[in-house]
Nanobody, 121 residues
């Protein structure tokens, strides 16, 4: 049974930092590309950052230089370090195990429950 469990969300002031974690089970973690998505109220889910099985990251333009994705294969975990948070980063954040095709991350079928990130003064 595939499980993705996100944690680490919370309430933070603008300019603050949070570190999200996603623990995966039921998959051969090291063979998957991993990604973080987010969904704000009334908006579609969007890809924030992804990382190949080999460890190469890619980022949405609006988070480049502020967010950092990392995978720890020995722990079946992917993290998202979020710095200099902005009001517009407020969303539910989800991780996903997927694949790469033609240099583009393709989401897999399994999603965690998400973790809420709220940036507010």
């Amino acid at each position: 049974q595939v499980q993705l469990v996100e944690s680490g969300g919370g309430l933070v002031q603008p300019g603050g930092s949070l570190r999200l974690s996603c623990a995966a089970s039921g998959i051969d973690f090291r063979t998957y590309a991993m990604a973080w998505y987010r969904q704000a109220p009334g908006k579609e889910r969007e890809l924030v950052a992804d990382i190949t099985a080999a460890g190469s990251p890619e980022y949405k333009n609006s988070v480049k230089g502020r967010f950092f994705i990392r995978r720890i294969d020995a722990e079946n975990t992917v993290t998202l370090q979020m710095n200099s948070l902005k009001l517009e980063d407020t969303a539910v954040y989800y991780c996903n195990a997927g694949t790469y095709y033609n240099g583009i991350f393709n989401a897999g079928d399994y999603w965690g429950q998400g973790t809420q990130v709220t940036v507010s003064s």
